[in-house]
């Protein structure tokens, strides 16, 4: 807890100084972008085979080429509300607010990346989605790579490409960087404190991003009961399971990750035998939060084909 104390007073510092830096980053929109701008979400539900309802947004083209969002612990389809209008819409987007958080169900139990990626796996399946990009955020991201190595097994084939952020090989009790993390979910309450869900949504971030923004991912995370944070604690993710993924993978990395280290990326990197590499200066662990515009860029281009080698760069640009 004093970890995520003291992330968050360094972006409330950091907000002062850069206060006048939102104005630079509208100027780089797109006309792309700006087309995109007016797409509407529509929030939907969907009902698992084991009965569990999930909301969701959809938004674009039904016929486009399709790109499936997964958020991070305590997050829900918000977690990409910077990202959605700079998607054009000839893209067909689905966020989806995965088992324990948001509106979707809350169960008790059920909480490893193979409940996880059962669900999402049931929803590609029950939208018929073939050729999809998966994208996954820290919890996500863990999930996405559940969900692409049962994919590869005979039958499945749901997916092209898949990115990874804020990803690692692992999530465990015994990692540095994660077990901190673990044990502040292993202690939770309900009603979730206030404090928690601020704290815990500002260590993720770096650089400042906009306060609305921030105040709707606050609440969204004391949405998510104390049996998700404690099923969460349990850690997620093998790195012996990862060498089944064969589809080419983007990884993208803050190097201020407050969770995961370069040697994390690092053994992460070797152990996926299609992936790309791209690290983002002076951005933590949210990336896609404090740097919406950039993120956008690399998706985009990797979903038109871009990165079907392995290779390993750091991109300064923002």
Same mark, same amino acid.
């Given at each position: ?12 510092? $950091? ?15 797109? %006309?792309?972008?700006?087309?995109? %701008? ?10 698992? !085979? ?37 998607? @054009? ?23 490893? %990346?193979?409940?996880? %990626? ?13 050729? $999809? ?50 044990? $502040? ?5 309900? @009603? ?19 306060? /609305? ?62 992936? !790309? ?18 993120? /956008? ?22």
């Amino acid at each position: 807890m004093r970890t995520f104390r003291r992330m968050f007073a360094v972006v409330v510092v $950091a907000g002062g100084l850069v206060a006048g830096s939102s104005g630079v980053a509208q100027s780089g929109i797109t %006309a792309a972008h700006r087309e995109a %701008a007016d797409t509407q979400l529509t929030s939907l539900l969907f009902k698992t !085979k084991a009965g569990l309802t999930l909301n969701y947004v959809q938004q674009g083209d039904p016929k486009g080429p399709v790109i499936v969002l997964l958020h991070g612990a305590g997050d829900s389809w918000h977690s990409y509300d910077r990202v959605y209008p700079l998607i @054009p819409r000839r893209y067909l987007v689905y966020g989806i607010t995965m088992r324990g958080h948001g509106m979707s169900d809350h169960p008790e139990t059920g909480f490893t %990346a193979a409940d996880f %990626a059962g669900d999402i796996l049931d929803f590609l399946d029950a939208k018929n989605i073939r050729h $999809a990009t998966l994208v996954g955020h820290s919890l996500g991201s863990f999930v996405a790579q559940k969900v692409a190595e049962l994919d590869s097994e005979p039958g499945q084939g749901h997916l092209d490409r898949l990115v990874l952020i804020g990803s690692g090989p692992g999530i465990s009790k015994k990692s540095p960087g994660t077990a901190p993390v673990l044990s $502040a979910f292993s202690q939770l309450k309900d @009603p979730i404190p206030f404090t928690f869900a601020r704290d815990f949504q500002a260590s993720t971030i770096y650089s400042p991003v906009p306060a /609305a923004n921030f105040e709707v991912w606050v609440e969204e995370a004391m949405k998510v009961p104390a049996s998700t944070w404690r099923g969460l604690a349990g850690g997620h993710g093998s790195p012996d399971e990862l060498v089944k993924i064969r589809i080419p993978t983007l990884v993208l990395w803050g190097e201020k990750d407050s969770i995961f280290s370069k040697a994390d990326e690092d053994t992460l990197m070797k152990m996926l035998p299609n992936a !790309k590499f791209s690290a983002y200066p002076e951005t933590g662990h949210a990336l896609h939060w404090e740097r919406p515009e950039r993120f /956008a860029r690399e998706l985009l281009a990797f979903v038109r084909g871009g990165g079907s080698r392995k290779s390993v760069s750091a991109v300064s640009g923002r």
